[in-house]
């Protein structure tokens, strides 16, 4: 990789020059370099970033079509992450893990998915019409967390449908922990399998050595990273990468065109452009600094009596791959609150937001945009919450059963989906057909997939994930009807 090249920002840097050259405009976007705006949004954030606000014109390219700094700014991306093919993404990673499915995916055949999926995964196989196979991951009973699928596990599901021609990963997941990616990969290129991988927690990997291999390191045919979740991209700014051998990148082309909205902000993409290049010429001295902050506080919230937070141990006792140390899972149930209410504390006593929360931990992101300060506060406010917070006890949390991904398939996800289907209450849907994706959100791993029968341990589970003050999508308003297919 040639890190001057890497300095350069074509697309940003057209999109600046059109800008400043204040061209009488007769285009979209309607507000007109912000001429238009609201005076309290204009007041509020500025007037630049409205004149950069564009569309496609000659200067600054087409993402549908890329011949000029939006194709010379994704062959940047493409050199840096080590792709044949990099294309910039402004519906978030799961558009792309739309095309990767669409792409590889036949309708009506077998794909072998770790059940750990996000929903937009689940939405590919039900656009497609693919059947998954599902591979269970390895869940840990004592801190009940789900961690990642196992090399062997992976195996099996490979010997069991020798013809499977695609396997669907999600590597690191959402708490950091990682496959054995270069052992699964090579393994199932051997078989002849094309392997696609849900990165969006992975955008940084490529560009320090202590962090776990990149999925494009490890030989990965497809993956897909959430820029703007981990590294410098605006929210919704993500990045999809491909290699030639097995995948067709003019498919890949077309499918993009089809699933992802004609009228991209070039906002977004301006700030994949100048996340690669940073990522790509200093990536490696800011993630040092990242990395080291993450340590440093697991080591302090790890003294913390009642409070822990795991780190590579974890992946030696399940056989996996490996851990990105900058998530920090916090388990909280032994000082007797969810992490529902400790991550509620943060936020209103302490004025401290974390990413996540379910029953057990609370999940925070270290990322290249903290600070020493940040983790400070956050190690304060936890030795605070564990002295001054346990009146607050639950006492039946650790009757929680976890029955996820025990579900057995009825019906095709798309199928199900496309059924005739009523909405019955939540608490009488035991032994019906789930019609619906279901997640508890974050992190939108679905707890129910179209097609799946719905156990009493399920019903069980989301009415106490209720009771617990989760957020469940694919309920209605107030969390009392599902959909279920009417048969």
Do not use: W
């Given at each position: 990789?040639?890190?001057d090249e ?16 204040k ?14 705006i ?9 007037n630049k970033?409205f004149?950069?606000?564009l569309?496609?014109?000659d ?8 011949k000029g700094v939006?194709k ?8 840096a992450?080590g792709?044949?093919r990099?294309?910039f993404l ?12 669409l792409t590889?995916?036949?309708p009506g ?8 999926a996000h929903?937009s995964?689940?939405?590919g196989?039900i656009?497609i019409?693919?059947?998954p ?10 801190l009940?967390?789900?961690?990642n ?5 992976i195996k099996d599901?490979?010997?069991s449908?020798?013809?499977?021609k695609?396997?669907f990963?999600t590597?690191?997941n959402?708490?950091?922990?990682c496959?054995?990616l270069k ?14 991988i849900d990165e969006a927690h992975?955008?940084h ?28 991209g605006?929210t919704q ?9 097995r995948v067709?990148i003019d498919?890949?082309?077309n499918i993009?065109?089809?699933?992802q909205t004609?009228?991209p902000?070039y906002i ?5 452009d ?7 010429t ?13 340590e ?10 009642g409070?822990s ?10 056989g ?6 900058t998530k920090l899972?916090?388990?909280v149930k ?11 504390l943060?936020n209103?006593?302490?004025d401290?937001?974390?990413e ?11 990322s ?5 300060d ?6 304060a406010?936890l030795?605070?919450?564990?002295a ?8 039946d949390?650790?009757e ?8 057995k ?13 009523r909405f019955?209450?939540v ?9 619906e994706?279901?997640?508890?959100y974050p992190?939108?791993?679905p707890?129910?997939i179209?097609?799946?029968?719905i ?5 069980d589970?989301l ?10 999508d ?7 009807l599902?959909?279920v297919?009417d048969?």
């Amino acid at each position: 990789m040639n890190n001057d090249e890497q300095l350069r920002t074509p697309l940003f840097d057209a999109m600046v020059q059109l800008a400043e050259s204040k061209k009488i405009s007769f285009h979209t976007p309607g507000h007109k370099s912000g001429k238009g705006i609201s005076t309290r949004f204009r007041k509020f954030v500025g007037n630049k970033i409205f004149s950069i606000d564009l569309t496609t014109l000659d200067e600054i390219d087409s993402l549908q079509k890329p011949k000029g700094v939006i194709k010379e700014a994704q062959a940047l991306a493409a050199r840096a992450y080590g792709a044949d093919r990099s294309y910039f993404l402004v519906n978030g990673t799961s558009v792309g893990n739309h095309a990767m499915v669409l792409t590889a995916c036949d309708p009506g055949s077998k794909v072998i998915v770790t059940r750990n999926a996000h929903k937009s995964v689940i939405a590919g196989l039900i656009l497609i019409g693919a059947e998954p196979v599902f591979v269970k991951p390895k869940i840990d009973g004592q801190l009940k967390l789900t961690l990642n699928a196992a090399f062997d596990d992976i195996k099996d599901a490979i010997e069991s449908n020798p013809e499977t021609k695609t396997l669907f990963l999600t590597t690191p997941n959402y708490y950091g922990v990682c496959v054995d990616l270069k052992k699964i990969i090579a393994y199932a290129h051997e078989k002849g399998i094309a392997v696609l991988i849900d990165e969006a927690h992975g955008p940084h990997l490529k560009f320090h050595k202590d962090l776990p291999i990149s999925a494009l390191e490890a030989g990965a045919d497809m993956c897909v990273q959430s820029t703007h979740k981990i590294i410098g991209g605006m929210t919704q700014a993500s990045m999809l990468h491909a290699r030639r051998e097995r995948v067709d990148i003019d498919i890949l082309t077309n499918i993009l065109k089809l699933v992802q909205t004609t009228s991209p902000s070039y906002i977004l993409m301006a700030s994949l452009d100048l996340a690669r290049m940073q990522m790509a010429t200093e990536g490696e001295k800011l993630l040092s600094k990242t990395i080291k902050l993450a340590e440093e506080a697991r080591t302090k919230i790890n003294k913390i009596q009642g409070i822990s937070c795991f780190g590579k141990e974890i992946i030696n006792k399940y056989g996996l791959g490996d851990l990105d140390i900058t998530k920090l899972t916090i388990t909280v149930k032994d000082i007797g609150l969810t992490g529902y209410q400790v991550s509620q504390l943060l936020n209103t006593k302490y004025d401290i937001q974390v990413e996540m929360a379910d029953p057990y931990h609370i999940l925070v992101i270290v990322s290249i945009g903290d600070r020493r300060d940040d983790l400070k506060r956050l190690v304060a406010a936890l030795e605070d919450i564990a002295a001054t917070e346990n009146q607050l006890k639950l006492t039946d949390i650790d009757e929680i059963k976890l029955p996820l991904f025990e579900n057995k398939p009825a019906m095709s996800p798309r199928e199900a989906f496309f059924a005739k289907n009523r909405f019955i209450n939540v608490r009488e849907s035991a032994g019906k057909i789930c019609s619906e994706i279901i997640t508890v959100y974050p992190p939108g791993i679905p707890v129910l997939i179209p097609g799946e029968i719905i156990s009493e341990d399920i019903v069980d589970y989301l009415n106490k994930m209720i009771e617990l003050g989760g957020t469940i999508d694919g309920l209605n308003e107030d969390n009392t009807l599902i959909g279920v297919v009417d048969r």
